[in-house]
């Protein structure tokens, strides 16, 4: 069994490649070979709306039709057998080169535009998925701002197009080692650290969990 990580940050070595090792470990602790791919050295882009996709003509089901870095991602992709994604959210979403990737990806396999659980014929097999997401404010400005409900869409999408697909959504990040070499007035830096220490650990444990059992299969929801 081979797992994909696709790492959304332009930070190689942040919180959202950090978590991505760790679930990506887990993985491998249930047996699973694995691979991480870090979108934002690759030169790609998003999707440019030609639905060479979606027309009735013999290409219908094999993908996307634009040619650059991602495609061969697309491919190797395809060959593995699940798929886990990190990314920091930006401004409410995910960082721009997960988006750009999300939208080629899932929209190039989306059988039809009626929605539902419709899956392209070609896909041979489900790949299940888990979705880590990480961001700087705490649970209460993730409630105020309803930023579970975008994390919780581009699950449910993939959820119906591809295969099970879970989330998870860290929060309070540590962003700078020295705070005070910034203009961050808005963050409780003594706060951040105190949450940092007694949940971080946490959350590396609880993402490992995500990668052990993407590959068991035990957090298959009913499909
Ligand atoms: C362009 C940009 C936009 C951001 N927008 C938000 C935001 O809207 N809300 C938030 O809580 N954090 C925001 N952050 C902080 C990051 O989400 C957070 O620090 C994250 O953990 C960084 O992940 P990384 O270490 O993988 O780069 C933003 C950071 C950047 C660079």
Redesign the pocket.
Known sequence: MKIIGING???LK????TLLDKALEGARAAGAETERVDLYPLNFKGCRSCFACKRKSPFYGKGCAMKDDATEVFERMLEADGWIFSS?????HSASSMCAFLERLHFSYLHTYEGGRQRMPSLKKLYPSVFIY????GPQ?LEMMHLENACEYETMLFDHAFGPSRHTIITN?V?FEDYSKYYTAAVNVAAKMAWHEEHWPQDLANVFELGRTLVTGEYAKED
């Not at 942040?14 to 490649?17: K, T």
């Open positions: 940050s332009p930070r942040g919180n959202s490649a920091p959210l930006y401004l409410g990480d961001l700087n404010g400005f990040t962003q």
